[in-house]
Each structure stands twice: as C-alpha cells, then as structure tokens.
C-alpha cells in the first residue's frame, strides 16, 4: 500500500511538471507583440515619440530659445492612470524623458522625488568624498517647464469583441506663470476578438 502511495505521487508530480511545459523565446524588443490587447511597451514607446515629436515642433520652445539664447529645461512630471488596466506610468515617463534628452532641443532633470536622493547623495559626500571631488551645493538646474498628464482608456463590448480605446492627454506648463504653452493628445485603439 505504501508502494503504490509512493508511485502515485511520484507520477503525480510528473505529470503537472510534464504539464508545464514551457518554451520561450528571445526576440527582438523592438518587435511588436500584443498578446492581451492590453496597453503594452509598443503602446508607450509610441505615444512617448509621437507626443514629443508634437511638443518639439510648436512654437514654445523656439520662443524660450529665441528670449533666453539656450534651450529650456522640462520636468517630466506626474502622468496620471485613469484608465481601467494598471499601466507603469514610470516606465511612460522614462520613454519620454528619452525621447526629449535625444532631440537635443530641451534639457531634462528629475523629478521631486529624485532629486531628494541626489540630495542626499551631495550632503553624504560633504563628508565622506574628498574636497576636489565632492559635488557642490546651490548648483541645480531650475526648471522652465513641467509636463503632466493622464492616460485614459473605454471598453466597446459585445460577446467575444471588444474595442479598447487609450487616450493620453498631456500638457507641457511654464513653471514660472502656471501658463500651457502646449497640450496634446493621442489615441490607440484595438480591436480584440476572443
């Protein structure tokens, strides 16, 4: 009786290990690949270039440049999820960080939350860091512009059809007068049968 206790979990285990089978597959990041019909890395890419292509182009930043003879300087700020899925706005942010910092036409710095940890950083290396490599304080590069923006999503569904539709809104703000000086959106729709 044992024995067959013995065998009937050893062919158990085999079985569900045998049953999960798995195979996988590298392939190129840039390749898109939509399994779910949820908003993906493809999606943020994206928008991210599109959306700062749009930014770049309208007549704010050639304003601040022909005033001031230098680029401006924009946060990234907060991009807001409304819509009904979790989407990483963090990695939204970096894909437009990017895509602004490799136009070469504005400067980028953190955020708030960033910025605290470079705090921390420069106060630890006063007094652990040698004098002629330590980072000086009253050194920052003030920000000219913030971008915010939300990301919103609605179902269409009928039976094993549905349409998602994602709407990113964003807004680039002078930090100094609290004026837009440019707002932009872009949709994706997907059209999902089951």
Not at 94 to 107: A, H, L, P, T, Y
């Amino acid at each position: 009786m044992r024995q067959n206790v013995g065998t009937f979990a050893l062919l158990l285990v085999m079985v569900i290990f045998g049953a999960c089978n798995r195979s996988v597959t590298r392939v190129d990041p840039n390749q898109t690949i939509d399994l779910s019909g949820r908003w993906n890395d493809t999606d943020s890419k994206l928008v991210a270039k599109e959306m700062i292509e749009d930014v770049l182009k309208r007549p704010w930043r050639e304003n601040f440049y022909r005033a001031n003879q230098k680029n401006p300087v924009v946060i990234v700020g907060m991009i807001t999820n409304k819509s009904h899925e979790h989407i990483d706005a963090d990695i939204f942010i970096k894909d437009m960080e990017k895509e602004f910092i490799n136009s070469g036409m504005v400067r980028v710095v953190d955020n708030g939350e960033f910025r605290e940890k470079l705090r921390v950083e420069r106060a630890q290396q006063q007094d652990f860091a040698s004098p002629e490599t330590q980072a000086k304080w009253g050194r920052e590069l003030g920000a000219n512009y913030m971008l915010f923006g939300t990301v919103n999503s609605q179902i269409d569904e009928l039976g094993k059809k549905k349409v998602v539709n994602y709407k990113v809104n964003l807004w680039l703000t002078d930090l100094e007068t609290s004026e837009k000086v440019w707002l932009g959106d872009k949709e994706i729709k997907k059209y999902i049968v089951n």
